[in-house]
């Protein structure tokens, strides 16, 4: 699961270039996550504002 930290997104569209399922998509100033994310964690690496985290569900 991705969590999106809306206060810290400075809506820059990195996370969206670097996601490989396409799962994020931006829109005006507005992240969404718009199909099933994999929880691989490369748009939270990419992302330069620590916005987004990645939680693992037991």
């Known amino acids: 699961m991705l969590r999106i930290n809306r206060d810290k997104c400075g809506y820059c569209g990195t996370c969206v270039a670097v996601c490989p399922e396409d799962a994020l998509e931006l829109i005006d100033v507005y992240l ?16 330069p504002l620590g916005a987004l985290e990645v939680i693992h569900e037991e």
């Open 32 to 47: 969404s996550l718009e199909r099933e994310c994999i929880a691989c964690g490369i748009c939270a690496r990419a992302c």
